[in-house]
């Protein structure tokens, strides 16, 4: 009994700390979940052969499993985003890294940003011409440098001291993109709309702990040195433990301005709303009252899926351990 | 009620303070009732706020324009942005190198382009464009940030991010008598920075922020950690969501969350009714503020 007293406050924390993760991992108390997007924008059942839309399909599927292996192993949140997104920039369908959209001189010009909700550290890239994977060059700007945002030949400078190889311009470019910048410029309407494809990701690991990686070419036609949000930490990226994960796609100057992503985030914790909620007002009343579309997945610590939009569409995908998997395109599949 | 309140820096206040403080106190000064007489006409917040910014790029005593902080290679590399409380318009240029007033330029994108932020040589492009004239990169470099650059180049530095010479972003944030709210912040960032490296500056809703009926702020100091915080967009979201008054907010993101990320620096803020907040974590902040209700300073150290 003696002994037993002695020791029992120890004793008790010990096991309690062996036990509380053991328990929470045999009830699935903490999920793991990914959710990736592909662009939101007008995307018409009639314009998508199915060949294409089972392209598209199968692209978010791959890049969703990739992020979410990552997860089930164990791995960070950081590293699931990462990996979702890099496949995303790997495929020429999506307006990120290969396949992204070329600005008014013909140039893909690429952003990236991710963030770390446990540390609200943060990296980001812009205005880079030569970085195959613009999302690692953004993590390597989080975790190598004392910066958040580097931008354009000086970004650039520091892939090549991480060891990054550059891959020329043309590596990015596809037939596909040159016909539309071609289409764009012959058209006398300024809509640089052609843009749909921004690619993006929010995940949970087994911490407890939310991530958040965006990757994009930004506008067609864009004008060179162009920035939309998807760089912008609180507009296009956020991550906080303490909130939410989020990563945003549409009209990127409408994002910075309503800085979207952190104001999510905002909305969860000082109104105290559902993410869901939070989701719905910032997407379809304060952007919508812009006269802006666009969308964005968000997801938080307690496992909730959010991927919301006011557009025709949104490529999209989700993967969690309660059992969800799935992948959408239009509003309702 | 009108009101202005600008800055020129937070950070350690250099050693020699006393015999340089009444320059930068006058030039503040003067900077403050220039803005100020716009308001006091009935002019916009907006042009307050572009002019006085403009005028302390001008001043090579300020981290901003001529006389901005110097890159690795000895380059000025300048950011800007200024955002309308009215419609929560905004416009920012980052990393340019030959725009004599970046301000104007962040005011230009706002005004005349579909975007918000225009980088680099493409930022350059667009002030062509724009017919606003290029100035060769040594108008920005004076003596003083190229004797900076040679110190921390000689490993005379305080820390990776903050030296004692980066005391100088500069900024501005007023309410006119229509009650809308504008803010502008300008800086060439940190002394021997990375070429390309972006701060919190041109950053909408890190370093600048404005929204009628809420609250206009522009931020300095650690630009990566205003970043990370999203410094200017939290303080309004705590004004609007949480029903903080603007003071609390600025105090709790200044003393609370951007040190809990490990930096410091300080916000210039006014309020919806015209108040105006100055706080600060840093030894000092070149400051000044003005008020139609008869509150006029200019201050260095607390």
Not at chain 2, 59 to 86: C, H, K, Q, S, V
Not at chain 2, 152 to 157: A, L, M, T, V, Y
Not at chain 2, 177 to 192: C, D, I, K, R, V
Request: glycine residues 12%.
């Amino acid at each position: 009994m003696a002994d037993v007293k002695r020791f029992s406050p120890g004793l008790m924390l010990a096991l309690i700390a062996l036990l509380v993760p053991a328990l929470a991992c045999a009830q699935g108390a903490q999920p793991i979940a990914i959710v990736i997007h592909g662009g939101a924008g007008v995307i018409n059942r009639a314009d998508l052969t199915r060949e294409r839309e089972a392209g598209y399909r199968a692209g978010l599927e791959a890049a969703r499993d990739a992020g979410f292996a990552v997860l089930e192993r164990g791995g960070s949140s950081l590293d699931a985003v990462t990996a979702a997104v890099r496949m995303l920039e790997d495929d020429p369908q999506f307006n990120a890294g290969k396949g992204a959209v070329l600005n008014r001189d013909g140039i893909a010009e690429l952003d990236s940003s991710i963030m770390d909700g446990k540390t609200l550290k943060a990296g980001a890239v812009a205005g880079v011409k030569h970085v195959k994977n613009p999302v690692e060059l953004a993590k390597a700007v989080m975790e190598k440098s004392p910066h958040v945002l580097l931008i354009s030949g000086g970004a650039e400078e520091f892939a090549l001291q991480q060891g990054f190889a550059l891959v020329p311009n043309s590596y990015f470019r596809t037939e596909s993109r040159v016909r539309q910048l071609e289409r764009m410029k012959s058209s006398t309407s300024d809509s640089g709309s052609g843009s749909k494809g921004t690619v993006g990701a929010v995940a949970l690991d087994r911490n407890g702990n939310l991530a958040a990686a965006t990757s994009t070419g930004g506008m067609a036609n864009k004008m060179p040195g162009r920035v939309g949000d998807s760089p912008i930490i609180g507009a296009g990226t956020y991550a906080n433990n303490a909130s939410c994960a989020v990563s945003a796609t549409g009209d990127g100057e409408y994002f910075i301005r309503s800085v979207v992503a952190h104001d999510v985030c905002a909305l969860v914790t000082y109104k105290g709303i559902s993410l869901e909620a939070a989701a719905r007002e910032v997407i379809h009343q304060k952007i919508e009252g812009l006269a802006a579309t666009g969308g964005v997945i968000a997801l938080d610590t307690a496992g909730n899926i959010v991927m919301d939009f006011n557009s025709g569409g949104m490529f999209r995908a989700a993967r969690d351990s309660r059992g969800r998997k799935d992948v959408a395109i239009y509003g309702d599949r | 009620m009108h009101s202005i309140a600008i800055h020129g820096g937070a950070g350690a206040v250099p050693a020699d303070l006393i015999s340089r403080g009444a320059h930068y106190a006058a030039s503040l000064s003067g900077v403050l009732d220039a803005a100020f007489d716009i308001l006091e006409r009935g002019g916009t917040s907006l042009d307050a706020v572009t002019t006085a910014v403009r005028a302390l790029e001008d001043d090579p005593l300020f981290n901003a324009g001529r006389g901005a902080a110097l890159t690795r290679e000895g380059w000025a590399e300048l950011d800007a942005a200024i955002m309308d409380g009215r419609d929560q318009r905004a416009g920012a240029v980052a990393s340019v190198r030959h725009v004599k007033n970046p301000v104007d330029l962040a005011r230009r994108v706002m005004e005349k382009s579909r975007h918000v932020l225009l980088v680099s040589t493409g930022a350059e492009e667009f002030a062509l464009e724009e017919g606003l004239p290029l100035v060769p990169n040594l108008y920005f470099r004076t003596d003083d940030r190229r004797q900076q650059l040679a110190h921390e180049q000689q490993g005379r530095r305080v820390s990776d991010l903050m030296p004692v010479t980066s005391l100088g972003t500069v900024g501005a944030v007023a309410r006119d008598q229509h009650g809308n709210l504008a803010a502008a912040t300008s800086t060439g960032g940190m002394t021997n920075k990375r070429q390309g490296r972006v701060g919190d500056s041109p950053i909408i809703g890190a370093g600048t922020y404005a929204k009628n009926g809420v609250c206009a702020v522009s931020a300095t100091g650690h630009g990566e950690y205003f970043i990370r915080a999203v410094a200017a967009y939290h303080i309004a979201s705590a004004v609007e969501y949480r029903g903080l008054t603007l003071d609390a907010a600025v105090r709790e993101l200044v003393h609370s969350r951007v040190p809990t990320l490990g930096g410091k620096g300080g916000i210039i803020a006014v309020g919806a009714q015209g108040e105006i907040v100055m706080d600060f974590s840093t030894e000092g902040m070149f400051r000044a503020a003005r008020a139609s209700g008869g509150r006029r300073e200019v201050a260095i150290q607390r």
